[in-house]
């Protein structure tokens, strides 16, 4: 074993004593909590193993890449690779938040370089963009207009939540017409020096506009989901924070340090405050200090409660969507409550989902919630919990991901009885397996 650095060490043995810590699914990293020594919190480890390769250089290599994933899913874990197979162990804890803004800061300044060598900017989301995915693609557009950058975000489906924001930005003098572009639009807007700037979102098939990734050689990701093995690549910029509750959040503290003089109006403050309260649930889950800051912040800029209010409001039919999906829900093992959403006559039932789930850890004895919602030929799958269940642990078992508390899966060629079956059965193993408690 060696010290490389700070907290920070490099060890080499022999796979046989691999073979014990994957049987006992890295105990050591709960062990490590229970360790006291004056410390006044928790003691967290990650560990990032390689192997398989013809050599120790190889291994190390492997090793290395381990780490990053490791820390680039908040820590607190162990990530095994072997080539190109990929093992998770841990990762069962929130990440703690960081106090130091050293980081946000670098950020910022390695942002404003890489902007200072184009003119043409194009910024995207995820599919089905939600209003921290809009937000905070137009709090990068204040940057990109403050530096006088030809910007353009794009975006196909809106959502019922966006809309109402969307609106306050077409037809207005101080914004172009070709402010928001659709995916089939985008590529002609390409050139040789474009930057590609993706929010909330680090999977390439999930972004509004995967073609941009292999056409534009520079691009730049800003996210708070974990990371999994099937990340963006070859990025010039990448600064993916899981403690952050929304990537509204991050963008609002890189706006606040990238320049003194950028003013937001009042529908640019309101479209990242919004991001910020959807993804905290009203300010009740992953909030930290850093996330009251950044609200104080947009307020200070003229973002509006009472207006972001009514804007999120729901028209009567996803209110009653939503209430039927409460209204049938079902108990698993005691502690899961499973449902589906009905997507009849309902304009956006992914976010009457991802409310409904929100809905039912209100319910005593509920752990986690899974509801289920079907559109454009495929199975939605919101997952929530409050604090004792990995929800996205189990949502990475079905293909999808997103945090410890609230994260997502869509499923194929199945149909919705299938597709809850699917849950139940993911479930039992996780439980067999230990994973679930």
């Known amino acids: 074993m060696r010290k490389l650095e700070k907290d920070k060490y490099l060890a080499v043995f022999r796979y046989k004593y691999l073979e014990k810590l994957l049987a006992d699914k890295f105990s050591i990293l709960e062990d ?35 780490m990053d994933l490791a820390l680039g899913r908040g820590g607190d874990q162990a990530v095994v690779k072997k080539g190109d197979k990929i093992l998770y162990y841990g990762g069962k804890s929130q990440q703690m938040e960081k106090n130091t803004r050293v980081k946000v800061r670098v950020k910022a300044h390695a942002l404003r370089q890489i902007l200072d ?10 599919k089905l963009a939600d209003i921290d995915s ?9 940057i990109c207009r403050k530096l006088g950058k030809n910007v353009h975000i794009v975006i196909n489906d809106v959502t019922s939540s966006v809309k109402p924001f969307m609106k306050r930005f077409i037809g207005k003098d101080e914004y172009p017409e070709d402010l928001f572009l659709l995916k089939e639009e985008a590529p002609e807007y390409v050139d040789a020096a ?28 800003f996210d ?28 609002a503290e890189v706006l606040q340090y990238f320049d003194e003089d950028i003013k937001l109006s009042a529908q640019e403050a309101d479209a990242i405050y919004a991001g910020i309260l959807i993804d905290t649930n009203n300010f009740v889950s992953k909030t930290g200090v850093r996330t009251f800051e950044a609200a104080a912040y947009l307020r200070r800029c003229g973002a509006e409660v009472t207006r972001v209010r009514k804007m999120l409001r729901n028209d009567m039919s996803a209110y009653k969507a939503r209430a039927e999906a409460v209204r049938h829900a079902e108990v698993y093992r005691n502690m899961f409550a499973i449902s589906v959403c009905p997507a009849d006559n309902i304009e956006s039932p992914t976010v009457a989902c991802a409310q409904a789930a929100n809905e039912l850890l209100n319910i005593i004895g509920i752990k986690a919630s899974f509801v289920l919602t079907e559109y454009h030929e495929q199975i939605y799958v919101s997952a929530r919990s409050i ?22 899966a869509q499923l194929t060629d199945c149909t919705l009885d299938e597709a809850k079956r699917t849950i139940e059965n993911t479930l039992d193993e996780m439980i067999k397996e230990g994973d679930i408690k």
Request: charged share 20%; hydrophobic share 35%.
């Open 32 to 66: 490590i909590k229970s360790v006291k020594i004056g410390n006044e919190m928790t003691l967290t480890l990650s560990i990032g193993i390689g192997t398989g390769a013809d050599n120790y250089a190889g291994n190390y290599d492997l090793a290395k890449a381990a």
């Open 117 to 126: 060598t184009t003119d043409n900017v194009l910024v995207m989301g995820h």
């Open 134 to 142: 809009f937000g905070s693609a137009i709090g990068i557009y204040t």
């Open 194 to 221: 474009t930057v590609v700037i993706v929010v909330d979102v680090n999977k390439p098939q999930l972004t509004e506009c995967p073609e941009l990734l292999d056409k534009c050689k520079t691009i730049v990701v």
């Open 224 to 251: 708070h989901h974990r990371q999994c093995e099937d990340v963006i690549k070859n990025t010039v910029l990448s600064y993916t924070e899981p403690y952050a509750s929304s990537t509204c959040e991050m963008i």
């Open 387 to 408: 604090d004792e269940i990995n929800v996205q642990l189990i949502m990475e078992r079905l293909g999808g991901g997103g945090h410890m508390n609230s994260a997502g």
